[in-house]
């Protein structure tokens, strides 16, 4: 097992953890991933977890998290006060316990004022049924203006963020990327392998693979070809590690020093052995930059106008 701390919190997580998205709909196998507690502790549905952890919940990291709609009622959902109070005491309901790791906002709600937000995460830290508060899929504009409120007021300040980041879809790097960093916050990465794709079992010539996750779940934009070009390149490197491409997919997120830990998914036990590997996976300096340079986004305004007018002089001066 490997360890990295939340951001500059005290908490310890592994490089490695358990996505639950894949276990929607599971059954025996899935349950018998989720039961292997020892291969890499971390979650699946909060009720499964719960009956596989027991009396071990104690030595896990938990995180989970409010937003999406629970129910038909129009309160039922986003990140008012009512609904994150609410939603807190059904996890922790479901998982059998009465305190949550890591409590994430899940979405942006753009009804609902963010200091409201803030206030009901810092009664839940202030209560000692959370932890640690997070966001996820959040603008950085929004989670700084949060992360300011929570300052001001001396609530529970936000250290985590768990966001989506991959080989095909790097766009946090423009202005989360430098938020999280300044603000000490950890970043826990979601589909890794954009929902499976990197994984190379979608193909040119057989674009919907093995009937995986992608054929219910192909929401996140990229450009196919270049994507199919990455993988290329994944495989390419990966001949020279004895590695899947998935692994070193993964192995490249993890490189990155913002990235406290990654989140795995798997449609099936067969799957966990060769993502886990990805931990022990070093890639070579020059086969990072190679990665890195073959799939960097393009820059967006103003980074690209303040990159072109740094001044030279200063800037040789402080290297």
Known sequence: MQYNRLGDTGLIVSR???GAMTFGS??????????????????????????ALGSRRKD???????????????????????????????????????YIDIYLVHRFDP??????????????VTSGKVRYAGFSNWP?????????????HGWARFKAAELYYSLVGRDLEHELVPFVQDAGIGVLVWSPLAGGFLSGKYTRENPKGDGGRLTGFDMLPYDKEKGHQIVDRLRAIGAEYRATPAQVAIAWVLSKPF????????????QLPDNLGAADLKLRPEDLVSL????????????????????????????
């Open 60 to 98: 896990v990291v938990i995180s989970t998290k409010v937003g999406f709609r629970s129910g038909e009622a129009l309160l039922h959902q986003g990140l008012s006060r009512h609904h994150i109070l609410a939603s807190a005491e059904e996890s922790l309901r479901r998982l059998g316990t009465d």
């Open 259 to 270: 990235v406290s830990s990654v989140l795995l998914g798997a449609n099936n036990l067969a």
């Open 111 to 124: 009804y609902t004022p963010v200091d409201e937000t803030a206030e009901a995460l810092d009664s839940l």
């Open 26 to 51: 599971a059954k025996g196998t899935v349950f018998e991933a989720i039961s292997k507690v020892d291969q890499k502790l971390a979650g699946q549905s909060e009720e499964f977890l719960a009956r």
């Open 292 to 319: 890195d340079e073959f799939t960097a986004p393009p820059p967006t305004y103003p980074n690209y106008f303040n990159a072109r007018v740094v001044d030279e002089p200063v800037r040789k001066a402080l290297q």
């Open 140 to 152: 950085a504009w929004a989670a700084a203006k949060t992360l300011g409120l929570q300052r001001e």
């Open 16 to 18: 490695l953890a358990f």
